[in-house]
Every structure is written in structure tokens, then in C-alpha cells.
């Protein structure tokens, strides 16, 4: 019973981080004319709150409850769940990055770099489909 709502605690707070860094990406890149400043600043705040206070708890839930659930389910010498791990730090990082960038946009600052974010969305959409794919197989 302990296992089954740690999983499901656990899938539902990376549906929440994952969903916060979708909306995080596509505020990023929305709301910015080629040469200007990022125009709608209050909605850049309220995102960057937004993802503050949900997203970023939801990202430490989601390590919090996998790593229970790899402890409960003894799976730690487990190969896929090691490429899980990695993914998820990979997944943890774009986040920050991402976070970052909105922060700086929030406060009225340009942030640099800002190309990699298209990239990010198509990384973040990689990683979910392979962890998914590490879950549900298991394949080593």
C-alpha cells in the first residue's frame, strides 16, 4: 500500500514539474518581438511565482518520492534506473536554467542565451519519452 502512493504522489508531481516547464518555456519564448524587450512583464512575475511556488516544489517531490520508491522497490542496482536518474538530473538542470532566464525577464533584465530554449523543449520532450520508456520496460 506505502509503494502504491508513493508512485502515485510521485507521477503526479512530475506531471505538475513537467507541465510547469512547458508553461515556463513557452512564456520564454512567446511573449518577446525579435529586437525588443519582453513586453507583458506582470505576466512574466506572475509565471516566475507560479513556477516558484509549484513547479520548482513539484520538481523536489519528484526526487523525494522516486527516491523512496527506488528504496521501497530495491531497485537501486537496477541499470534503467540509474539512466532514469541521469535523465532526471538532465531534466533538473534545464529546469533551473530555464527558471533562471524567467527570473531575469521577471525583474526586467534580458537574459542571455536565450537560443537554447527552443532546444530545451525538445530535450525536455526526449527525456520524458525515455523515462517513461525505462519505467514501463525496464529494459536492462
Known sequence: MLYSWLRAIHVAAAIAWVGGIVVVIVTITSFKAP???????????????WDQRVTTPAMLTVWVFGLGLS??????????????VALVLVLTGIHSTLSGDLGKIALGQNPSGLDRVRFFAVVVGAVIVLVISLVVLKPF
Open 35 to 49: 529586437g525588443e524587450h519582453y513586453q507583458r512583464r506582470e505576466l512574466h512575475v506572475r509565471i516566475w511565482r
Open 71 to 84: 528504496f521501497t522497490g530495491q531497485w537501486l542496482s537496477q541499470n534503467w534506473l540509474l539512466v532514469k
